[in-house]
């Protein structure tokens, strides 16, 4: 959970998925980044991400596309996107050395750039850094 001096957080789309699923330890944690005035943070591939994981849900019937496009709009909302050209070098060093893809390569960087910790539900990406908060139920 965020706490007052957390400045910001650099959120992957496993936990933004989380949070529009509505599972309990992703709301609690997004409230309460909220509450401290957190500034989220992510690479700009987050949007495709979020919105591959949406469709995939709206294929399989779990929610309407307008909910898909609701939950997408509220990410790029809430979430500063970074370029990802700057980290795409570092990120693919990155994914060869922890053994993790360039795309989640990416969130790592950026993380470790700004002095952030890395939100995840994704326990594999949690594990490639020190500074991971693992969103889980």
């Not at 970074?82 to 060093?93: F, G, I, N």
């Amino acid at each position: 959970m965020p706490t007052a001096t957390l400045g910001s957080a650099v959120v992957d789309a496993s936990a933004i998925v989380r949070r529009l699923r509505r599972e309990p330890a992703a709301l609690a944690w997004f409230e309460g980044a909220r509450s401290a005035a957190t500034e989220l943070r992510a690479p700009s591939l987050l949007a495709l991400e979020v919105g591959n994981a949406l469709l995939g849900y709206v294929r399989a019937g779990a929610i309407s596309a307008r909910s898909a496009q609701l939950g997408l709009r509220w990410t790029v909302y809430v979430v500063a996107l970074v370029d990802v050209t700057p980290l795409s070098a570092r990120a693919l060093d990155l994914a060869l050395e922890r053994d993790i893809t360039t795309y989640d390569a990416a969130y790592v960087v950026l993380a470790e750039r700004t002095s952030a910790p890395l939100v995840t539900a994704d326990r594999r990406l949690a594990s490639a850094t020190p500074n991971a908060v693992l969103i889980a139920d």
